[in-house]
């Protein structure tokens, strides 16, 4: 087995290859969306969002079957059992092909009913709209089936791959845009379909031959593993429950606030879910990167270091995450106004500061629900955090109808991550024998040390008067930075952390003055 520190190593260089893949997807898709648009239109384009969000709500089910491939192949490399990852690698392809069909056939009736009945969309763009649902369709069944490979370079933790696999579709979504400038004689809509499907293909055959050419494990067998089949369905089918519960909550609660204050609402809902979706992407890559490493450390029934990773990666996620939410929270107000300009929605920033608090909560529990999925005994957990999940819609309904104000809604989130955690917390008691003492001590006691320390020496400066609004926002945000770094560095890691980031920079040095000696 690896030594720890070789294991954070590898941690720490796979977070620093994801957040660099997430800073260029993110990036083009600014770029490409205003330019798509621009191309499009209005009305094609969101006749292309319209179709994009029909297919995956149809298909929201496939992530705990991605998940579930996941945790199997990281157990038994974790093992150390090369022959058990073929099998289930060559079984989730099985499944993965079995789920193309179902989809298919799903997008073939219920998806084409709903498009062509439910759905408003202008009688002269009724065939372009069908014809870039098929592409659409077919689109995400490539997409699917590449799920395997996928899960299998997670597993591997071959996370640079990623960072190339990024830069290929990124410079293919910039060639798309091109062409699209080319005014070519077919309809723009259908060729942005055509080449959507064409990228998707390429990139998924570029998976392929990579996976083929360096593990051995990913040659397909077509031969049905009955036990693992079941064990794998299983699995996904309680993940599924989980994944259906959070959809169902985050749409529930705004068909309740719907009902109790109308559409104006719903459109704060959808800025606020925007913003919560982009400052979870930094949290999410970090649990990529990890999350391999705490599968393995359970196979080999190593719970001393997988403790320890469950506390340094709470505590860290938590860190990181928080570095990014502060100064959105504290400026949220700028925010809006720059990137919305005076159209902002009520009680937007109220909105947006509580959801961000729950994703903090999230993420520190995330650890924690990845070290109960590595064990793989899920039934009662999905059961018990479902339903709390779930509580979210009835107990909104019922504080909204007492006369609560809309924001009421988004405390209640917070109050249930913060249910959901401690739930985690004795499940991971009962099933690994965790502490919860040594977690509040480990993990608990440093972040909030961090916070407070920090926000000490920010407050007497918080009601500075900056009238520039990019200039208040540099200013709060260095001013952060300079109380939080050394806040992070004092309290937020241990002092074998320290003594590690004292090594990492005497090394650098040296070798600065090697290269210029030379």
Not at 173 to 185: A, D, E, H, M, W
Not at 350 to 374: G, K, M, N, R, V
Not at 507 to 516: D, L, W
Request: glycine fraction near 4%; aromatic fraction near 12%; charge should be positive.
């Amino acid at each position: 087995m690896t030594s720890t520190s070789e294991n954070n190593k590898r941690i720490a260089k796979n977070t620093i290859l994801l957040y660099f893949r997430m800073g260029i997807t993110m990036a083009v898709q600014l770029y490409t969306s205003r330019v798509v648009l621009d191309v499009l239109g209005i009305e094609d384009y969101g006749i292309w969002s319209l179709v994009a969000t029909l297919v995956v709500s149809i298909s929201f089910f496939t992530g705990p079957l991605l998940s579930s491939t996941q945790r199997f192949i990281s157990y038994e490399i974790g093992k150390g059992n090369e022959n058990r990852v073929q099998i289930i690698f060559s079984q989730s392809m099985i499944l993965f092909l079995i789920f193309s069909v179902i989809l298919a056939i799903i997008f073939e009736t219920l998806g084409l009913w709903l498009l062509n009945t439910k759905l408003s969309i202008p009688p002269e763009k009724v065939r372009i709209t069908n014809i870039v649902y098929q592409l659409a369709v077919l689109t995400f069944i490539v997409t699917l089936i590449r799920m395997s490979y996928d899960a299998l370079i997670i597993a591997y933790e071959k996370m640079l791959f990623y960072a190339y696999i990024c830069l290929i579709d990124v410079g293919l979504k910039l060639g798309i845009v091109y062409v699209l400038y080319l005014k070519p004689q077919i309809p723009t809509l259908i060729l942005y379909g055509i080449l959507m499907f064409l990228v998707s293909v390429i990139i998924t055959l570029i998976y392929k031959i990579y996976c083929n050419h360096f593990y051995r494990n990913s040659k397909i067998k077509f031969k049905i593993n009955r036990p693992i089949i079941k064990e794998m369905a299983s699995f996904s089918g309680w993940s599924l429950m989980g994944a259906f519960a959070v959809m169902t909550a985050n749409q529930g609660v705004s068909m309740v606030l719907n009902v109790f204050y109308g559409v104006t609402i719903n459109a704060t809902m959808g800025i606020t879910n925007q913003i919560g979706n982009a400052v979870n992407q930094f949290a999410t890559n970090f649990q990529v990167a990890f999350q391999p490493q705490i599968v393995k450390l359970y196979s080999q029934q190593d719970l001393k270091n997988l403790y320890l990773l469950i506390y340094r990666t709470s505590r860290m996620s938590f860190l990181l995450l928080f570095a990014i939410a502060y100064p959105i929270i504290s400026n949220i107000n700028e925010i809006l106004l720059i990137w919305l300009g005076k159209d902002v929605p009520i009680l937007t920033s109220e909105f947006c500061i509580w959801l961000i608090i729950s994703l903090l909560i999230d993420c520190i529990s995330a650890p924690l629900w990845i070290a109960i999925q590595a064990v793989g005994r899920i039934r009662n957990y999905q059961i018990i955090i479902s339903s709390i999940i779930l509580l979210n819609i009835l107990v909104s309904y019922i504080l909204l109808y007492k006369g609560l104000p809309p924001v009421t809604v988004m405390i209640l989130k917070c109050a249930v991550s913060i249910l959901c955690l401690t739930t985690r917390l004795q499940f991971c008691k009962k099933q690994i024998n965790f502490s919860f003492v040594e977690y509040l001590k480990k993990v608990l006691s440093p972040i909030i040390l961090t916070v407070l320390s920090s926000l000490v020496i920010i407050f007497p400066f918080t009601n500075l008067t900056i009238s520039n609004t990019l200039a208040k926002l540099i200013f709060h945000l260095a001013l952060f930075l300079f109380a939080y770094i050394p806040a992070v560095y004092i309290f937020g890691i241990k002092s074998s952390e320290r003594i590690a980031i004292k090594h990492f920079i005497r090394a650098k040095i040296h070798q600065k003055q090697t290269t210029n000696e030379n």
